[in-house]
T-cell receptor, first 113, second 114 residues
Framework: AQSVTQLDSHVSVSEGTPVLLRCNYS??????LFWYVQHPNKGLQLLLK??????LVKGINGFEAEFKKSETSFHLTKPSAHMSDAAEYFC???????????FGTGTQLKVEL | NAGVTQTPKFQVLKTGQSMTLQCAQD?????MSWYRQDPGMGLRLIHY???????DQGEVPNGYNVSRSTTEDFPLRLLSAAPSQTSVYFC?????????????FGPGTRLTVT
């Protein structure tokens, strides 16, 4: 069985300040983990993925995430928020390369001037 | 490449009506899937396919049928629409196994059942 918990449903930051979106997962086997972003009225786009290579994963638009097995976490960070980062972010887990992906409930990121 | 396309973008149905949501991809991807997105619930997997002629159920399959006669197309059929099926539906595809590879999502179909 696999599950994913996004710890914050809404996060608000000021432009230029760091972003932290938190994700914890549960998986019986070695997981693959992803972060996707969804801008309003759009489909989802991959930000980054972890598939058992380097534990620090760099993605698009300056985002990165660190896989911490001991904490079962995969938090998404960005050093400096931009207005264009305002969107909904989803943490996703898949076990052992299986065909079923489990999505978190999403974190809405608001970026203020 | 057009990527993943979905039609229609919007649809309103009355309870009991049936309809088919269309999904097509031009990337020669083996894996295709359908999700529904409801507020506060993330995306939930309805059905998926690992290749032409092969389909399987996801987390919330009841009330939906799928078939995969070609690599490109993966239509989703609502047999008898219910208000609980009001949602935004996304089709996605990836190279092979859905668990390792990036999913490419279509723009979505917003369905309202009255």
């Amino acid at each position: 069985a696999q599950s994913v918990t996004q710890l914050d449903s809404h996060v608000s930051v000021s432009e230029g300040t760091p972003v932290l979106l938190r994700c914890n997962y549960s998986s019986s086997y070695s997981p693959s983990l992803f972060w996707y972003v969804q801008h309003p009225n759009k489909g989802l786009q991959l930000l980054l993925k972890y598939t058992s290579a380097a534990t620090l994963v760099k993605g698009i638009n300056g985002f990165e995430a660190e896989f911490k097995k001991s904490e079962t976490s995969f938090h998404l960070t960005k050093p400096s928020a931009h207005m264009s980062d305002a969107a909904e972010y989803f943490c996703v887990v898949s076990t052992g390369g299986g065909n079923k992906l489990t999505f978190g409930t999403g974190t809405q990121l608001k970026v203020e001037l | 490449n057009a990527g993943v396309t979905q039609t229609p973008k919007f649809q309103v149905l009355k309870t009991g009506q049936s309809m088919t949501l269309q999904c097509a991809q031009d990337m020669n991807h083996e894996y295709m899937s359908w999700y529904r997105q409801d507020p506060g619930m993330g995306l939930r997997l309805i059905h998926y396919s690992v290749g032409a002629g092969i389909t399987d159920q996801g987390e919330v399959p009841n009330g939906y049928n799928v078939s995969r006669s070609t690599t490109e197309d993966f239509p989703l059929r609502l047999l008898s629409a219910a208000p609980s099926q009001t949602s935004v539906y996304f089709c996605a595809s990836s190279m092979t196994s859905g668990g390792f590879y990036e999913q490419y999502f279509g723009p979505g179909t917003r369905l309202t059942v009255t």
